[in-house]
């Protein structure tokens, strides 16, 4: 059955108040390089912008040379954007004023009429200013967001360390990246050309309204006994002014005693009778409740409310000694569940129009047509907007969310710990809301890299310096993470790193998830797989090459005039794919053949390690392929290419 993606994405509301909001939608964009203003519509990324408004003759399609020197070029200065907008007598009279940022990158400054209003660092954090009525005008007023470049910024800025961290993804001579909360991936990976993200991926948004106000609700399960299910709901109130509030909901359950406010945060407990529960895609169904929460005063005068929906379901990691070592499944309702599905990695665009829930219609529809129950959102990314978990929820699509750290230690600076924590904060008490995830991981592979990828040596690190990395790394992921999570999750699972395990040793497949990389990586035959039947396999796959037609569209050349090795941003080069091209027996002279070849080995083994891993009787309890979608016109190991379709060769006769 083909879900109805118009229908899910229309549930996105749910959760927010009636409000006055003003959409900010009409930008320019200029820099000391630009004659006059570019104007563009919508979130973009404001190099992306520059780049097409070269002339007809100049510009060339989005990854080729050219424009990736370009992208690059403008990258690496200052941008200023700007939009103008009018207000209502209504909204000049409102209480509180309120600019709200999301998905923001990177160092910004925020200027409202030539003021200073503030400035943000972190593009996986939203930012709410506050703004003085009497700033505002009927007419004219002036909104600017001063991009300066991120790289530079860290460079020229002060909080560089005399550490060479160890980001292999960045080519740079420098290694920056690590100080910058944005996407890894941005700064090269090899699955994906460098390509810095400047602008916004959520267009910003004014919010007028009164000095109380209900910011955020979000609703989770506690635990489940035979007949009832006990809820926790949070709240996020505005509270501006110094009367006593009170909270309340009411919903299928009934009523909540009233509850007096304390703090910005407020959590409380209800219990829900006899409730249905909500299970994964091929499970069961997945019932959702209606519930309303409100704040008034002592007068019992309704001041704001919040209308959203709640599922009931536990989710628990289990990870405990058996015949075999140590388990590692997700069980749900108090039942084991198979987990099938595969890693995200960040699509670089916008969060509107076919992408409002960053992955696109085609690639959405894809995991519900392949069955799939579980989504890893990978480290080296961004967090997925709101209509994501969304989907994600009404599908019972389970997530694995990574925070967004990967491959490489991070600054022991605690004006960057700060940041950081202010980060997993907002981004907990977001997702928590969903039934649909499953777990919080705190970083892509770095304990793994840290004790087995011989960083120590590679960067001729002092035993002080080690030490330093180490108990950073400890401090950040072992206790400052969990805490803050904990201090908004009651029942949050955690994973301070994946995998648990190194890759390559007979041991590592008795516990824990696996990424398990000696097919490629580790160079061993495709048999081999048979003996290597993890726990959990959170990452493996084989790559394959983009469709022709995907190559000519953005790359912008002939057939001809592409070189195979052009296309292979791994250190293995493209040796070892037509090493292992040829021991299937495939051809693999010509780009065609190279193509064709690696296509339908990608699909032979995609589909063979489906069958071995699922029928072994409880020992693997999780399949994740690398990786779901594609980000560059390159090698990768993705099932879909670039526009959303799945990478299928023609069929031999």
């Known amino acids: 059955m083909r879900f109805s993606l118009y229908i899910i994405f229309c549930l996105i509301g749910l959760s927010l108040q009636a409000s006055d909001t003003l959409y900010l939608t009409q930008w320019s964009v200029s820099n000391e390089g630009i004659n006059s203003p570019i104007a563009f519509r919508g979130a973009r990324n404001i190099l992306q912008v520059i ?7 100049t510009l060339k399609p989005r990854f080729s040379k050219e424009s990736r020197a370009f992208h690059d070029s403008v990258a690496s200065i200052e941008h200023t954007v700007q939009t103008a907008f009018d207000l209502t007598p209504k909204q000049l009279k409102s209480q509180v004023v309120e600019l709200e940022l999301n998905y923001l990158q990177t160092f910004t400054e925020i200027w409202i009429n030539r003021v200073l209003i503030g ?18 005008q009927a007419k004219g007023n002036l909104l600017e967001i001063k991009f300066a470049p991120p790289r530079e910024t860290i460079l020229h800025g002060g909080t560089l360390q005399a550490i060479d961290y160890p980001s292999d993804n960045q080519s740079d001579s420098i290694k920056t990246s690590p100080y910058i909360r944005q996407p890894q991936q941005e700064f090269g990976w090899d699955f994906a050309f460098p390509e810095i993200y400047t602008g916004f991926r959520v267009c910003p948004q004014l919010h007028f309204g009164t000095i109380t106000a209900i910011r955020k609700v979000s609703v989770e399960t506690l635990r489940l006994d035979s ?6 709901v949070h ?6 002014g110094k009367q006593p509030l009170f909270l309340h909901a009411k919903g299928t359950f009934g009523k909540t005693s009233k ?18 529960l909500w299970w994964p895609n091929g499970y069961g169904n997945r019932p959702f409740y209606p519930i309303t929460v409100y704040v008034s005063n002592a007068k019992n005068e309704v001041l704001d409310s919040v209308i959203s929906r709640y599922a009931v379901r536990t989710v628990k990691l289990v990870q405990e000694k058996d015949s075999i070592g140590q388990s590692f499944y997700f069980s749900v309702n108090g039942k084991a569940i198979y987990m099938e599905g595969a890693n995200v990695v960040m699509p670089n665009e916008p969060f509107e129009n076919d992408r409002s829930a960053g992955l696109s219609t085609k690639e959405l529809q894809y995991v519900l047509d392949s069955k799939m129950n579980m989504l890893r959102i990978w480290g080296g990314g961004t967090y997925l907007p709101e209509a994501f978990h969304d989907w994600a929820d009404t599908a019972g699509v389970m997530i694995w969310q990574d925070l967004m750290f990967a491959c490489s230690y991070y600054p022991d600076q605690k004006a960057f710990e700060d940041n950081v924590k202010e980060e997993v904060k907002q981004q907990t008490f977001r997702l928590i809301h969903h039934p649909s995830l499953a777990l919080i991981c705190g970083n892509n592979e770095i304990d793994v890299a840290r004790k087995n990828w011989g960083w120590a040596q590679k960067y001729k690190y002092s035993e002080a310096t080690l030490n330093r990395l180490n108990s950073s790394y400890e401090r950040l992921f072992q206790d400052q993470i969990p805490k803050t999570i904990g201090s908004v999750s009651a029942q949050m699972n955690y994973l301070a790193s994946s995998p648990i395990s190194n890759w390559g040793k007979p041991e590592d497949f008795t516990r824990g998830d696996n990424h398990d990389w000696g097919i490629w990586h580790g160079g061993l035959p495709f048999d081999a797989v048979s003996q290597r039947i993890p726990r959990f396999m959170s990452e493996y796959g084989f790559p394959s090459l983009p469709p022709l037609k995907i190559l000519e569209k953005y790359l912008g050349l002939e057939p001809a005039e ?10 293995k080069g493209l040796s070892t794919l037509k090493r292992y091209i040829q021991s299937k027996g495939y051809p693999s002279a010509s780009l065609e053949e190279t193509i064709l070849s690696s296509q339908e080995i990608q699909k032979w083994h995609y589909t063979k390690m489906k069958q071995l891993l699922k029928p072994t009787n409880g020992r693997c309890m999780g399949n994740l392929w690398w990786q779901l979608n594609d980000v560059s016109p390159v090698m990768s190991w993705s099932l879909l290419d670039m526009d959303g379709n799945v990478k299928l060769p023609i069929q031999k006769k």
């Open 235 to 240: 709240v996020q109130v505005r509270n501006a």
């Open 562 to 571: 592409i070189q195979q090795e052009s296309l292979v941003l791994s250190y």
């Open 51 to 57: 780049r097409e408004a070269q002339s007809e003759e």
């Open 227 to 232: 007949s009832n299910a006990e809820m926790k």
């Open 119 to 136: 400035k943000t660092n972190n593009a996986f954090r939203q930012f709410t200013f506050r703004i003085d009525p009497q700033l505002l």
């Open 259 to 276: 509850i007096k406010v304390d703090g910005e945060f407020q959590s409380f407990n209800f219990t829900h009778s006899n409730p249905q």
